[in-house]
């Protein structure tokens, strides 16, 4: 029964949001592998924004996640004091991404 619910959960928010683009999917893909967790994504104004923890990522994987942050057409990391390091980047149709 939980099964059937968390199908029927999965469809409506399917249905609520417009389709990935390949460069959003494949930044979701590769934030996922390199954080080991599948990042929060949220909708706003026409953009998607992807944020990822990466406090516990080794150091050897940050060239290949800032290669991934730089396929947003904007980006950014926030530190807090306890530790937690979170990088985001935004999606927006339309805009370039940053050079």
């Known amino acids: 029964m939980y099964f059937v619910q968390s199908m029927q959960a999965d469809e409506r928010r399917a249905m609520d949001h417009e389709p990935l683009t390949p460069a959003a ?42 290669a991934v942050l730089e396929t947003g057409t904007s980006y950014g990391m926030t530190t807090t004091a306890a530790g937690t390091r979170t990088v985001w980047l935004r999606i927006a149709p339309g805009e370039t991404p940053r050079p």
Request: glycine share 4%; proline share 7%.
């Open 25 to 66: 999917e494949a930044a979701i893909a590769a934030l996922t592998e390199l954080t080991g967790t599948t990042p929060a994504t949220e909708m706003t104004a026409g953009a998607l924004t992807i944020r990822a923890d990466t406090a516990h990522m080794p150091a050897q994987c940050w060239p290949r996640l800032v």
